[in-house]
Nanobody, 124 residues
Framework: VQLQASGGGLVQAGGSLRLSCAAS????????MGWFRQAPGKEREFVAA????????YYAESVKGRFTISRDNAKSTVYLQMSSLRPEDTAVYYC??????????????????WGQGTQVTVSS
């Protein structure tokens, strides 16, 4: 599957952005999806994940209550709504997909397909 992330940009602290990740396959509903981010000089870290049906969602503690992950299987797209943004949210955001079951969804090793990344910059 090919993933295309979009929606990044420059926003002031306290603002909002919505990221989108469009998948190339009609079998999108078979994939568990995740969002990760990587700040300069840091390792890629887990942000959020969503089950194949969208019925279950998971978040990193640092974004819980501020970010919402969702998906539209009919559009083969996963979203990340980000609110109350902080300067420390500045990073390149990546979407990822996996067909595997039983993997740790908060680990980069749990995913097999990655989008190209979209830059999010939060100014103070």
């Amino acid at each position: 599957v090919q993933l295309q992330a979009s929606g990044g940009g420059l926003v002031q602290a306290g603002g909002s952005l919505r990221l989108s990740c469009a998948a190339s396959e009609r079998t999108f509903s078979s994939y568990r999806m995740g969002w990760f981010r990587q700040a300069p000089g840091k390792e890629r870290e887990f942000v959020a994940a969503i089950s194949r049906s969208g019925g279950s969602t998971y978040y990193a503690e640092s974004v819980k209550g501020r970010f919402t992950i969702s998906r539209d299987n009919a559009k083969s797209t996963v979203y990340l709504q980000m609110s109350s943004l902080r300067p420390e949210d500045t990073a390149v955001y990546y979407c990822a997909a996996t067909l595997r079951i039983g993997v740790l969804i908060s680990s980069t090793r749990g995913y097999d397909y990655w989008g190209q990344g979209t830059q999010v910059t939060v100014s103070s």
